[in-house]
């Protein structure tokens, strides 16, 4: 089955949305597919949250995540440094608020990989942005993809699970709809939906 999409974006037509929020449960390829994409497009820029999760093996400080203890994250709410943040299965996560307005001041398209909660805040504090859900073939597949990537413990799968199940509930909330069931057809199509979404040709590469 190739990715498909469904829904129709309720932003106004003269409103560009150069944002674009990447959501899905834990699990069904968000990171695989923006690694892939940003592999094929490197100049595709991607906000680098802030979390207080541990770092999995492999996962680099400044490249996947901004990895900060519970203080230095009480300090980055205080100051108002983060555009959104939400605490998901036990760690908190926020998106670095400067480098966004940066990037989306100078034209450039934007893409945040956040979950339910912040996809919320954003659509109300930024109703332009595009909302777009990754959700996996099916139940099973996505339970498989979990358990099967080896990087959390059973009582923390049982709690992204758990999570996974109001995400997909909230699918109607979001713009658009990718099914991860191949990652080279879903990044291509997330990377045409940036670009149409920021007034530029979407690619075929
Ligand atoms: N609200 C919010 N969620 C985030 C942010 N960064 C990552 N997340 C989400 O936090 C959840 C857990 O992320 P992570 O621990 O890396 O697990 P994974 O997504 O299953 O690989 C996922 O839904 C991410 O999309 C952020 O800055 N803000
Ligand atoms: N389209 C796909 N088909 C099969 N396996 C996939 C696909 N996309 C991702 N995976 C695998 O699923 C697991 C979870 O993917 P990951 O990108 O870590 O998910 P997320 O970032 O949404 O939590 C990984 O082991 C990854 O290799």
Do not use: C
């Amino acid at each position: 089955m190739a990715a498909t999409s469904r829904g129709t974006s309720p932003v106004p037509p003269d409103v560009r949305p150069r944002l674009t929020v990447l959501s899905g449960p834990s699990g069904v390829g968000k990171s695989t597919v923006v690694a892939h994409m940003r592999k094929v497009h490197p100049e595709v820029w991607l906000s680098v949250s802030a979390t207080t999760r541990k770092p999995r093996p492999g996962e680099r400080n400044g490249i996947h995540y901004f990895f900060v203890d519970d203080e230095e994250f009480d300090k980055l709410i205080a100051n108002g440094e983060l555009l959104e943040w939400a605490e998901f299965a036990g760690n908190r996560y926020g998106t670095p608020r400067r480098a966004v307005l940066d990037r989306l001041e100078s034209g450039e398209p934007v893409l945040l990989e956040i979950d339910l909660q912040g996809a919320r805040l954003v659509r109300q504090s930024m109703p332009e942005a595009q909302l777009v859900f990754l959700a996996p073939p099916s139940w099973d597949e996505l339970v498989r993809r979990l358990t099967g990537r080896g990087t959390e413990s059973p009582d923390v799968i049982e709690r992204r699970l758990t999570a996974a199940k109001t995400e997909l509930a909230a699918e109607a909330e979001f713009d658009t709809t990718l099914v991860n069931t191949s990652v080279e057809d879903v990044a291509r199509e997330l990377l045409t939906l940036m670009l149409q979404a920021s007034g530029l040709r979407g690619t075929d590469g």
